[in-house]
């Protein structure tokens, strides 16, 4: 195989109570691309649609953790990457990791699948970085591994497949503002009280209990953000109304998606979905500010191979 064309999905991380550690696959909402070997050695970005962005493999997402990867491997060919861009960078459903989680997987794929996925997410991670200052794995293990994943630690890398219940579904409001993942990071404190250290560790605890056992009640229960959202929730117009107008239309919890400005909302089955979906897109649509809205089953597969 000298060519493949990959389905990268866009996740969501934090999933309220999960900061920097937990993130989830959705399966409506995607980039394309296309990877293939050729005869000069080297990463080259040789087209990009859907949004102006860096040629230079050096200054890409994608071209950094295929270097990182290429560095890795060291093949006796090079690979050129094509990015068709259907994640709006800045827009909080991982479209940095969505470019650098799909360029190694692709690379990966030609050469064997020398690399399992947590060696995957290490490459990515470099990618990652270059867009958010910091490298973690919240968006990225989830577009490798499909699902719900829960990053244990960063150093050394390991990462925790969680058991997705097969009813859930997301749906994703994106108000067309753009918020910097790193300006998102420094508003947050530098230290929290015990109070609501320990409110989080146990909504963290609890709702991975009930992604286990398929306990829908115990998830409503758990997902509450006690740390970040005061502070970035300040920087989404309407927050706390779409907050509120998803959970009186069924949500089952409702929180910033990575660091905003999209917002989602879990719910259980395609039908409360899709009425949270009405719901919240007559908030923004009183307003001045254009948006999207998604609903997608929650991705077990993550990656997928389209050719």
């Given at each position: 195989m000298n060519e493949i064309k990959i389905f990268s999905p866009a996740t969501v991380a934090n999933v309220s109570c999960?900061?920097?550690?937990?993130?989830?696959?959705?399966?409506?909402?995607?980039?394309?691309?296309?990877?293939?070997?050729?005869?000069r050695k080297g990463i080259f970005i040789t087209k990009i649609e859907g949004y102006d962005l860096p040629f230079e493999a050096e200054k890409n997402v994608a071209g950094v953790s295929a270097l990182a990867m290429y560095a890795d491997a060291k093949p006796d060919f090079g690979f050129e990457i094509e990015i068709y861009k259907n994640i709006k960078p800045g827009s909080g459903v991982g479209s940095s990791s969505a470019s650098a989680a799909g360029s190694v997987f692709g690379m990966n794929v030609l050469l064997g699948n020398p690399y399992?996925?947590?060696?995957?997410?290490y490459f990515a991670m470099k990618g990652e970085a270059l867009a958010s200052q910091s490298e973690h794995a919240d968006n990225i293990a989830p577009a490798l591994?499909?699902?719900?994943?829960?990053?244990?630690?960063?150093?050394?890398?390991?990462i925790l497949e969680i058991p997705t219940?097969?009813?859930?579904?997301?749906?994703?409001?994106?108000?067309?503002?753009?918020?910097k993942t790193s300006e998102a990071r420094a508003i947050l404190p530098k230290e929290v009280a015990l109070k609501d250290a320990i409110s989080q560790w146990a909504n963290v605890g609890s709702l991975i209990h009930g992604l286990h056992t398929s306990n829908y009640g115990l998830i409503e229960r758990s997902l509450h953000d006690a740390i970040v959202e005061p502070h970035r929730s300040k920087l989404i117009p309407l927050y706390?109304?779409?907050?509120?107008?998803?959970?009186a239309a069924g949500a089952l919890g409702c929180g910033i998606s990575g660091s905003g400005p999209s917002i989602f909302s879990l719910c259980e089955g395609i039908d409360a979905a899709k009425k949270v979906e009405l719901a919240i897109r007559k908030v923004y649509a009183n307003s001045d500010i254009e948006f999207d809205?998604?609903?997608?089953?929650?991705?077990?597969?993550g990656m997928k191979i389209l050719k």
């Open positions: 999960g900061f920097d550690v937990l993130g989830f696959c959705l399966d409506s909402i995607g980039d394309e691309m296309v990877i293939r070997k050729t005869d399992n996925n947590t060696e995957l997410s591994f499909g699902g719900f994943t829960l990053v244990k630690s960063v150093s050394p890398l390991e219940p097969n009813n859930l579904y997301a749906t994703i409001i994106h108000p067309q503002i753009e918020i706390h109304d779409v907050k509120a107008s998803a959970k809205t998604y609903v997608s089953k929650i991705n077990a597969e």
